[in-house]
């Protein structure tokens, strides 16, 4: 197992090129089940999760090739196997997308109840809820969900209680092929879904309401493979704004999306960052002291849970004052503050909000990540610090960000991933 090394004090200058979005890359790569033929997807980032679906994929009989840089070709002409076991998706909740493809194309599936950062519950009930509506009948056994459809499914209105992200593109990519139109109300609005979208309407899809919180899908018999393009990771992106403003320097982002990023951009200037914004491109530093700003996470567009972690990093580092950062999508989001108390921040929680109190100098410290944007945290806080900073289990940052460690040393980081020993 590797550990990072990150010797802290030194701010970043340079440029780096932002990898296409996970959270859209495991979407449109279970899209591909959806029909016959060659789908070539572009921008794909070399992520653990990445090689976790397409081993998933390869499972189900397709046949997944890498091409030149990171273009993959999938050949879906052939699914001979209907099951996606526990030791396949226990590392990635996403996994269960591949669901809403399996019953739509082949009336039959038979999914391991999905894995993943214990950062909630995230329950799929949204999703099994929706396949009911559309004529499926589902069953939960030894843990696993397993669901048939007696023929084509059949369009239907759902409702979410709250916006799903997941349950939102499991639902959209099965009412691409059921009989009749699917409306989904209250529909997740995140970037990743216009670009789910996007892919299915290339493969022939009919879908309205792109970017709203309503969708209507009407089905159709048959689906054609599609070359799509995957958009640009503003988590990875905004992990970048969040550093460079911990550590102090300039740094160029480019390949990247700053319309979608528009509460980040605006607590990142209130807090006293200097940002510029191109059509794809961010010029981003910071020469003064940071200001306290207060968040709420919020679904799209108001500030991501996924950029929640990093923030706070940032926030420990103020010249002083409270900022009061509020979760409202996961209740168990906050296992990152125990570790960044470690390293010298003031943070308390009370329920869902955690007080942090700036002001302080953080110093380096062993510390152990325990998910993926936690993880990231930890990372700017280390880049932030006084001293050697090491981060354990970093297995958790692979599942998310392509080649961390060289874009950092890239930008005048002192990082090093290392063996750890016993």
């Given at each position: 197992m590797e550990k990072l090394v990150i010797e802290g004090g030194?701010?970043?200058?340079?440029?780096?090129?932002?990898?296409?979005?996970?959270?859209?890359?495991?979407?449109?790569?279970?899209?591909?089940?959806?029909?016959?033929?060659?789908?070539?997807?572009?921008?794909?980032?070399?992520?653990?999760?990445?090689?976790?679906?397409?081993?998933?994929?390869?499972s189900f009989g397709l046949e997944c090739q890498p091409d030149a840089g990171s273009e993959w070709r999938i050949c879906a002409d052939k699914i001979d196997n209907f099951e996606a076991s526990y030791d396949l998706v226990k590392t990635m909740r996403a996994s269960v997308l591949v669901l809403g493809p399996l019953l739509a194309r082949c009336g039959v599936a038979r999914v391991s109840l999905p894995g993943g950062c214990a950062i909630g519950?995230?329950?799929?009930?949204?999703?099994?809820?929706?396949f009911e509506k559309m004529g499926a009948t589902i069953t939960l056994r030894e843990g696993y969900v397993?669901?048939?459809?007696?023929g084509r499914l059949q369009g239907a209105d759902i409702c979410f209680d709250i916006p799903s992200v997941?349950?939102?593109?499991?639902?959209?990519?099965a009412a691409t092929l059921a009989q009749g139109r699917t409306v989904i109300k209250n529909a997740a609005r995140e970037p990743e879904i216009a670009n789910l979208i996007d892919m299915l309407t290339g493969m022939g899809a009919r879908i309205e309401g792109r970017g709203s919180d309503?969708?209507?899908?009407?089905?159709?018999?048959?689906?054609?493979?599609?070359?799509?393009?995957?958009?640009?990771?503003?988590?990875?992106?905004?992990?970048?704004?969040?550093a460079v403003g911990a550590t102090g320097g300039e740094i160029r982002i480019n390949n990247c999306r700053p319309d979608h990023?528009?509460?980040?951009?605006?607590?990142?200037?209130?807090?006293?960052?200097?940002?510029?914004?191109?059509?794809?491109?961010?010029?981003?530093?910071?020469?003064?002291?940071?200001?306290?700003?207060?968040?709420?996470?919020?679904?799209?567009?108001?500030?991501?849970?996924?950029?929640?972690?990093?923030?706070?990093?940032?926030?420990?580092?103020?010249?002083?004052?409270l900022s009061v950062i509020q979760e409202t999508i996961f209740e168990n989001r906050f296992m990152h503050v125990a570790e960044l108390n470690r390293m010298g921040a003031h943070i308390r929680i009370e329920g869902r909000n955690a007080i942090v109190r700036g002001g302080g100098l953080l110093a380096g410290a062993r510390v152990m990540a325990t998910d993926l944007r936690a993880s990231a945290s930890l990372v700017i806080a280390g880049l932030a610090a006084q001293g050697i900073t090491e981060i354990s289990r970093i297995y958790h940052l692979e599942r998310g960000y392509d080649n961390l460690s060289a874009k950092l040393i890239d930008l005048g980081a002192r990082v090093e991933q290392v063996q750890e020993t016993a």
């Open positions: 030194h701010p970043l200058h340079g440029e780096i090129r932002i990898s296409g979005a996970k959270n859209a890359t495991l979407p449109l790569l279970a899209a591909t089940m959806l029909c016959a033929g060659t789908h070539v997807i572009s921008n794909v980032p070399n992520l653990r999760d990445t090689r976790t679906i397409v081993k998933l994929l390869r519950a995230r329950p799929i009930d949204f999703h099994l809820q929706g397993e669901a048939k459809s007696p997941t349950g939102t593109e499991n639902i959209l990519m309503m969708l209507a899908i009407d089905g159709v018999k048959e689906l054609r493979p599609a070359a799509t393009a995957i958009i640009p990771d503003r988590i990875e992106t905004g992990t970048y704004l969040i990023l528009p509460m980040l951009l605006d607590k990142l200037r209130r807090a006293g960052m200097e940002i510029e914004v191109g059509n794809n491109w961010l010029l981003a530093g910071r020469r003064g002291h940071l200001s306290n700003v207060d968040i709420k996470t919020m679904p799209y567009p108001g500030f991501p849970t996924d950029l929640q972690a990093q923030i706070m990093a940032l926030m420990t580092l103020t010249n002083g004052g």
